[in-house]
């Protein structure tokens, strides 16, 4: 993928070279690297309908970020205090909260922080933890640089990046937004350096997606759709089952006769002779003869059903169950057929063949739906700040703490200037005592964090997990120090415009 170097005013630079030789403020002007995500509404379309088919079936099957080691969780070493390269600055937050009177020290969580979803080259489908920020537009997503950028490959940003605020086991409140553009630091784009493991991303507004009303047709067209589809047999009278036969001039998969058991088995020539099908399981099918009986047709027949993920999980039956390469949940019917007297105790059922076509409508605008956090600049260390995140990873002892399903917090005061990582550059970061483990990375640092109006200053976020005491738990978390660089590329992120996916 391209990359394009911005300055600050938008105009676009020939190579990152020419800040080389410079300083002061004019030296930020190469610092923002910009990525394409999605590039079109119909691309964002198709990358929601990704994770949301299926009852969200994607979101449900992804992973927590894994791209720290054991040997990447080392302690964290001082290196005194910052000389901050600008004065320090804020951006005021944006949000819908409401001053509560309420005196409780519970922490309210923010509705701006949820999961941000990817697919990394190696096609895991991962999650990170992120917020949603202040911005011109209202579009502004904050995360760790690896969340966003794919360091495996050195080559491009993750595949079918989406944010979902609020984001519980397959469900999506507020929508699904879309990664239109990344806004990374050049350092962390080209070279990877963790000391600037931050990004911006601009997100379409929201798409809530969802089934239509099921599209009756007949089977013929319902064995060539490929979407989502259904079949539900409901039982008739045999004076209904006849007329079904005599209007489809025999045969036909939309009526059939069904026995519980078998009596009375008689030839398919036996006066009244009534042919029925007994369900068995997939390995007595396979048993079963095939080919002419009696001089009938073949013995067998199979029924696939396409099924919600609740029922496929409910089902107990002698059916077999699969997930297929679309992620529809599927079981498959094994019928052996017979033919019994007009006597033996039968039912009588009519197939209904549905097409599920699925919609699509606009849910608006990130920050006007969940908010949006401040940011803040070269604010001093040793000033407290509150973190959320998702974690899920196990320490490295193998202890696992953390399911990933809720947020989690740590609060406290950030510490100086410090060293981590030799592998990932590591040499300007902030920590804070915090037993979060992976899957809260990109998670955001609060700064002035109002428990009443759930609204700060995002002022890091969670990029590495450490052992200081060197007992195999994570004790401590850092993230880059925000300066005035990081002010550049958030402010080239937040005067970008995305757009409508529908």
Same mark, same amino acid.
């Given at each position: 993928? /391209?990359?394009?170097?911005?300055?600050?005013?938008?105009?676009?630079?020939?190579?990152?070279?020419?800040?080389?030789?410079?300083?002061?403020? *004019?030296?930020?002007?190469?610092?923002?690297?910009?990525?394409?995500?999605?590039?079109?509404?119909?691309?964002?379309?198709?990358?929601?309908?990704?994770?949301?088919?299926?009852?969200?079936?994607?979101?449900?099957?992804?992973?927590?970020?894994?791209?720290? +080691?054991?040997?990447?969780?080392?302690?964290?070493?001082? $290196? !005194?205090?910052?000389?901050?390269?600008?004065?320090?600055?804020? +951006? *005021?937050?944006?949000?819908?909260?409401?001053?509560?009177?309420?005196?409780?020290?519970?922490?309210?969580?923010?509705?701006?922080?949820?999961?941000?979803?990817?697919?990394?080259?190696?096609?895991?489908?991962?999650?990170?933890?992120?917020?949603?920020?202040?911005? $011109?537009?209202?579009?502004?997503?904050?995360?760790?640089?690896?969340?966003?950028?794919?360091?495996?490959?050195?080559?491009?940003?993750?595949?079918?990046?989406?944010?979902?605020?609020?984001?519980?086991?397959?469900?999506?409140?507020?929508?699904?937004?879309?990664? /239109?553009?990344?806004?990374?630091?050049?350092?962390?784009?080209?070279?990877?350096?963790?000391? &600037?493991?931050?990004?911006?991303? +601009?997100?379409?507004? !929201?798409?809530?997606?969802?089934? =239509?009303?099921?599209?009756?047709?007949?089977?013929?067209?319902?064995?060539?759709?490929?979407?989502?589809?259904?079949?539900?047999?409901?039982?008739?009278? *045999?004076?209904?089952?006849?007329?079904?036969?005599?209007?489809?001039?025999?045969?036909?998969?939309?009526?059939?006769?069904?026995?519980?058991?078998? !009596?009375?088995? @008689?030839?398919?020539?036996?006066?009244?002779?009534?042919?029925?099908?007994?369900?068995?399981? /997939?390995?007595?099918?396979?048993?079963?003869?095939?080919?002419? %009986?009696?001089?009938?047709?073949? @013995?067998?027949?199979?029924?696939?059903?396409?099924?919600?993920?609740?029922?496929?999980?409910?089902?107990?039956?002698?059916?077999?169950?699969?997930?297929?390469?679309?992620?529809?949940?599927?079981?498959?019917?094994?019928?052996?057929?017979?033919?019994?007297?007009?006597?033996?105790?039968?039912?009588?059922? &009519?197939?209904?063949?549905?097409?599920?076509?699925?919609?699509?409508?606009?849910?608006?605008?990130?920050?006007?739906?969940?908010?949006?956090?401040?940011?803040?600049?070269?604010?001093?260390? =040793?000033?407290?700040?509150?973190?959320? =995140?998702?974690?899920?990873?196990?320490?490295?002892?193998?202890?696992?703490?953390?399911?990933?399903?809720?947020? /989690?917090?740590?609060?406290?005061?950030?510490?100086?200037?410090?060293?981590?990582? %030799?592998? $990932?550059?590591?040499?300007?970061? @902030?920590?804070?005592?915090? *037993?979060?483990?992976?899957?809260?990375?990109?998670?955001?640092?609060?700064?002035?964090?109002?428990?009443?109006? &759930?609204?700060?200053?995002?002022?890091?976020?969670?990029?590495?997990?450490?052992?200081?005491?060197?007992?195999?738990?994570?004790?401590?978390?850092?993230?880059?120090?925000?300066? !005035?660089?990081?002010?550049?590329?958030?402010?080239?992120?937040?005067?970008?415009?995305?757009?409508?996916?529908?």
């Amino acid at each position: 993928m /391209k990359r394009i170097l911005i300055p600050a005013g938008g105009a676009v630079l020939a190579t990152g070279l020419l800040a080389a030789g410079l300083a002061g403020t *004019a030296q930020a002007d190469s610092d923002v690297a910009k990525d394409n995500m999605a590039t079109s509404a119909a691309n964002a379309k198709a990358i929601a309908s990704f994770w949301a088919d299926n009852n969200g079936a994607a979101l449900k099957a992804a992973k927590q970020s894994d791209v720290w +080691t054991k040997s990447d969780v080392a302690k964290l070493q001082s $290196k !005194g205090g910052y000389s901050s390269d600008t004065k320090p600055g804020s +951006t *005021a937050p944006i949000g819908q909260e409401k001053k509560s009177s309420s005196k409780t020290q519970n922490v309210n969580f923010p509705k701006t922080i949820g999961k941000v979803f990817f697919v990394n080259s190696k096609g895991e489908k991962k999650w990170c933890s992120a917020t949603s920020i202040q911005s $011109k537009y209202r579009n502004l997503v904050a995360t760790a640089g690896h969340c966003v950028y794919d360091t495996a490959t050195n080559s491009a940003t993750m595949d079918k990046w989406v944010f979902v605020p609020g984001y519980y086991q397959g469900k999506s409140p507020w929508g699904i937004y879309v990664g /239109k553009t990344a806004f990374t630091h050049y350092d962390f784009d080209v070279y990877e350096d963790y000391d &600037r493991d931050y990004a911006f991303v +601009t997100v379409y507004n !929201g798409v809530k997606l969802g089934e =239509g009303q099921g599209k009756k047709v007949t089977k013929d067209e319902w064995d060539k759709f490929q979407g989502v589809k259904t079949a539900k047999d409901e039982e008739i009278s *045999a004076s209904e089952y006849q007329k079904c036969k005599d209007y489809h001039g025999g045969e036909t998969p939309d009526c059939w006769a069904k026995a519980s058991t078998v !009596g009375d088995p @008689v030839g398919p020539d036996y006066p009244g002779a009534v042919k029925v099908l007994k369900e068995v399981s /997939k390995d007595q099918y396979t048993a079963a003869p095939t080919g002419k %009986k009696n001089g009938s047709k073949a @013995v067998k027949a199979t029924v696939t059903e396409f099924v919600t993920e609740s029922e496929y999980k409910a089902y107990k039956g002698p059916g077999y169950q699969k997930i297929d390469s679309r992620g529809n949940f599927t079981i498959t019917h094994y019928f052996l057929k017979y033919w019994v007297k007009k006597s033996t105790s039968v039912k009588y059922y &009519r197939t209904n063949f549905y097409i599920i076509e699925d919609f699509a409508k606009d849910a608006g605008r990130l920050g006007d739906n969940v908010g949006g956090q401040g940011f803040a600049w070269n604010q001093p260390t =040793g000033k407290a700040v509150r973190v959320f =995140g998702y974690p899920a990873a196990p320490h490295p002892d193998g202890n696992k703490a953390y399911t990933g399903i809720t947020p /989690k917090w740590c609060y406290g005061n950030t510490t100086k200037k410090l060293v981590g990582s %030799k592998a $990932k550059k590591i040499e300007e970061h @902030v920590a804070l005592k915090c *037993a979060m483990t992976e899957g809260a990375d990109g998670g955001p640092w609060l700064y002035k964090y109002s428990n009443a109006k &759930r609204l700060g200053y995002v002022n890091g976020v969670i990029s590495t997990f450490n052992d200081q005491d060197g007992n195999g738990r994570v004790d401590y978390i850092s993230s880059p120090y925000f300066d !005035g660089e990081t002010n550049t590329v958030y402010k080239a992120a937040a005067a970008s415009w995305s757009g409508k996916v529908v």
